[in-house]
């Protein structure tokens, strides 16, 4: 079945600066690959996602890159703020049928000191 | 804006006994899933419900879990005979087509089995 890892596990940056999330995922049938932003004692909400038939999208300081070749996507956050402070999932999907599930990263938790 | 909500935020139970966690959907969603995170682990999906059955499952849905829409806005999982194993973060999620679409979250149910 399919493994998603994450890296890093904790990141920190300077209010202002950029943050990188990657994620690698082993199941080349994977086309569609979500990111979730969980801050503390909330669920995970969707930032951004992208499907296998684009190889990057952006949303104002977020973006998402997507390398079906070596099978991994990034999460790119510019211009950072202490909001975005959160734990951040990346995931994988089969979408598509009847059935579809998300495979997630084991997270990111990204601290942005102002 | 619509969302998942879930109820209790919290449920302590004891070890051996049955619980059922409710969640209500989103009402124009038509897939329905249930994901577990233990703590400080990645979110871990369960279970996916579609037109009134199980869609997929994962290999932690075993028979001591099952789920239910037992009206047109309620959906439950139960969890029979609790372990000590059972205690996390328990997310209901619906999404209005199959996942390849966004997939709405609700806040979360922690479960402590004792």
């Known amino acids: 079945g399919e493994n998603v890892e994450q890296h890093p596990s904790t990141l920190s940056v300077q209010e202002g600066d950029s943050a990188v999330i990657k994620c690698t995922y082993s199941?080349?049938?994977?086309?569609?690959f979500p990111w979730y932003k969980q801050e503390l004692g909330k669920g995970p909400q969707l930032i951004i996602d992208i499907r296998s038939n684009v190889g990057e999208k952006k949303d104002q300081r977020i973006a998402v890159t997507l390398n079906k070749t070596a099978k991994h996507f990034s999460l790119h956050i510019t211009e950072t703020q202490p909001e975005d402070s959160a734990v951040y999932f990346c995931?994988?999907?089969?979408?598509?049928?009847?059935?579809?599930?998300?495979?997630f990263g084991k997270g990111t938790k990204l601290s942005v000191k102002p | 804006e619509p969302e998942v909500t879930q109820t209790p935020s919290h449920q302590v139970t004891q070890m051996g006994q049955e619980v059922i966690l409710r969640c209500v959907p989103i009402s124009n969603h038509l897939y329905f899933y249930w994901y577990r995170q233990i703590l400080g682990q990645k979110v871990e999906f369960l279970v996916s419900f579609y037109n009134n059955e199980i869609s997929e499952k994962s290999e932690i849905f075993d028979d001591q879990f099952s789920v239910e829409r037992p009206d047109g806005s309620n959906f439950t999982l139960k969890i029979r005979s609790t372990k000590l194993e059972d205690s996390a973060m328990y997310f209901c999620a619906s999404s209005k087509q199959v996942l390849g679409t966004e997939a709405f979250f609700g806040q979360g149910t922690r479960l402590t089995v004792v």
């Open positions: 995931a994988a999907s089969t979408y598509g049928g009847s059935q579809g599930n998300l495979i």
């Open positions: 199941d080349s049938a994977s086309n569609y």
